[in-house]
């Protein structure tokens, strides 16, 4: 699993970070991957690289006409993403040292979510447990 865990801690910029990424993206997804959004904080550095690798990489803008908080709508499936994978436990804080482990609680989660769409269960979260008591 790729992940900026290594870059969180040190005074990396987002573009170094992102350059960085996307190399190991490249490395490790075996070419699997041919598209990857982007913050508009990224700058033409990280599209630049990515077409190199062979992955192209949009920039999400936002829409300079709308005022205060508007959803996008490919940005908030990341959004959604985070907010599933809060749900569980070991995934609130970084209780994690190493990236392996943290990624291995990542797949778990996942895996979790999966299994309850695909079977139509719904059991209840850590939250909702402690809300019942």
């Known amino acids: 699993m790729i992940t900026a865990w290594k870059y969180r801690h040190r005074s990396v910029s987002g573009n170094t970070a992102g350059i960085a990424l996307l190399s190991e993206v490249a490395v490790n997804a075996g070419g699997t991957v041919s598209k990857a959004l982007a913050d508009q904080g990224f700058k033409a550095q990280v599209v630049t690289h990515g077409a190199d690798l062979g992955i192209d990489v949009e ?3 936002r829409n300079p006409q709308h005022k205060g908080f508007v959803p996008q709508s ?6 959604q993403t985070y907010g599933i994978l809060i749900l569980h436990r070991r995934l609130v804080r970084d209780y994690e040292h190493r990236p392996s482990s943290s990624s291995s609680r990542v797949y778990w989660a996942m895996t979790h979510v999966m299994v309850r769409r695909l079977t139509g269960a719904n059991t209840p979260t850590w939250r909702e447990a402690a809300v019942a008591a």
């Open 74 to 79: 490919k940005r908030w499936r990341v959004e």
């Open 59 to 61: 920039i999400v803008q």
